[in-house]
C-alpha cells in the first residue's frame, strides 16, 4: 500500500482545506455551537478545523523578532490561577502564551522559548509594576529599558481614590451618605466624559465632602505626569504633587505614591521621547481575550485558547 498526501485536503480527511479556512474565518466571530448548528456539523469536528486553521496563520505569520514587548497577565479562572501574555507591540501581535503562573521562572520561559540571540534584540519592555516580571527582564535582556503602563499605573490611583470613597462612606451618616452612595463612577471617569447629570451630582458631592473633593484634584492632576518630556520636570512634579499630600490624612494615595517613588524609573522612562510607543495595543489585546474568554463561557482546553490569543490579531487567510 502507499499513501499519498493531497495539499488540498485537511487535517480531518473528510474535509478539505479550503473547508477548513471557512470554518476558522466564522469561528473568529462566532461560538463553536453557533458555527456547528449553522453548517450542521459535530462540535469536536468544528473545534478540529478550527485549531487546524489557527495553525495555519501561525505558520503565515513573520517570523518573532520583537524590539518592544508587552508582558501581562491574564486570570484564566477563579482561584488566581493565571497565565503570561507576551505581546510584540510594534508588529501588533501576542506573541507567546504561557507560564503556570506570574512568577518570574514563568517569565523566564519565554525568554527561553524566544533564545539569547533574539532576547538581546528586545529594546524595551512594557509592564506593569509586578517585581517578579522587572527581575526576569533585568536578567534574561538587560539591555531592555523597562516602562510601566501608565494604563495600570492610573488604575492604581483609580483603586486608591475609590478606596477613600469606601472611607468615607463608612464615616459619615445620616443624608450626607446618599451622596457618597453610588458615586464610584463618576468619580473614576474624566470630567470631560460626564453628562450634565453627572458634573451635578459630582458638584453636589463635594460640596458635602471636601476630601472626596481634594482626593478628586489629585487623581486628575497626577495625569500631567505622562505630558513631560524630561524626567528631571517630571521628578519635580512628582515631587511637588506628593508634597501636596501632607495634612491630607489620604492613606491609600501615601501609598501610592511610595509605591512610585519605587518603581520611579519605569514610570521616568516614558518622558523618553525615545521610548515613547503605543501602550492603547495593550489594553486593546487584553480586551480581546476578555471577549473571548466571556463568549466561550471559559475555555477547558488551554492549547485552544493559547491558539485563540496568539490568532486574535492576525489576518484572515
Not at 517585581?131 to 495600570?152: C, G, M, N, V, Y
Not at 506628593?242 to 501609598?255: A, G, I
Request: with cysteine.
Amino acid at each position: 500500500m502507499k499513501q499519498e498526501r493531497l495539499e488540498f485536503v485537511a487535517d480531518n480527511i473528510g474535509f478539505t482545506e479550503r473547508f477548513a479556512v471557512g470554518i476558522g474565518r466564522l469561528c473568529r466571530g462566532m461560538t463553536i455551537a453557533d458555527v456547528a448548528r449553522l453548517w450542521n456539523l459535530d462540535w469536536h469536528t468544528v473545534k478540529s478545523l478550527d485549531k487546524q486553521y489557527m495553525q495555519m496563520q501561525l505558520k503565515a505569520a513573520a517570523e518573532v523578532r520583537p524590539k518592544v514587548v508587552g508582558i501581562d497577565e491574564i486570570s484564566r479562572r477563579k482561584g488566581h490561577d493565571y497565565r503570561i501574555i507576551v505581546s510584540d507591540i510594534e508588529g501588533a501581535r501576542a506573541i507567546w502564551y504561557g507560564g503556570k503562573d506570574r512568577s518570574e521562572e514563568s517569565l523566564n520561559e519565554f525568554y527561553d522559548w524566544l533564545g539569547p540571540k533574539k532576547s538581546a534584540g528586545i529594546e524595551i519592555a512594557v509592564m506593569d509594576m509586578w517585581k517578579p516580571f522587572s527581575k526576569s527582564t533585568r536578567k534574561k535582556a538587560p539591555q531592555a529599558s523597562i516602562l510601566f503602563d501608565k494604563f495600570h499605573v492610573l488604575r492604581h490611583l483609580n483603586d486608591a481614590l475609590d478606596k477613600v470613597r469606601k472611607r468615607e462612606y463608612a464615616r459619615m451618616t445620616g443624608e450626607r451618605r446618599k451622596y457618597i452612595k453610588g458615586s464610584r463612577y463618576i468619580l473614576l471617569s474624566h470630567k470631560e466624559n460626564l453628562d450634565k447629570d453627572g458634573r451635578k451630582n459630582l458638584k453636589a458631592l463635594f460640596k458635602v465632602n471636601k476630601r472626596l473633593n481634594t482626593a478628586y484634584l489629585l487623581k486628575e492632576s497626577f495625569s500631567q505626569l505622562w505630558d513631560y518630556q524630561s524626567s528631571g520636570w517630571a521628578k519635580r512634579f512628582f515631587e511637588s504633587w506628593k508634597e501636596s499630600l501632607k495634612w491630607q490624612r489620604l492613606k491609600p494615595f501615601e501609598k501610592f505614591a511610595r509605591m512610585i517613588e519605587r518603581n520611579w524609573d519605569g514610570v521616568a522612562a516614558y518622558c523618553d521621547a525615545e521610548k515613547r510607543v503605543a501602550l492603547g495595543f495593550v489594553e486593546g489585546l487584553n480586551n480581546k481575550i476578555r471577549v473571548i474568554q466571556r463568549r466561550a463561557y471559559g475555555l477547558r482546553d488551554e492549547e485552544y485558547l493559547r491558539l485563540k490569543i496568539l490568532t486574535c490579531m492576525l489576518p484572515e487567510l
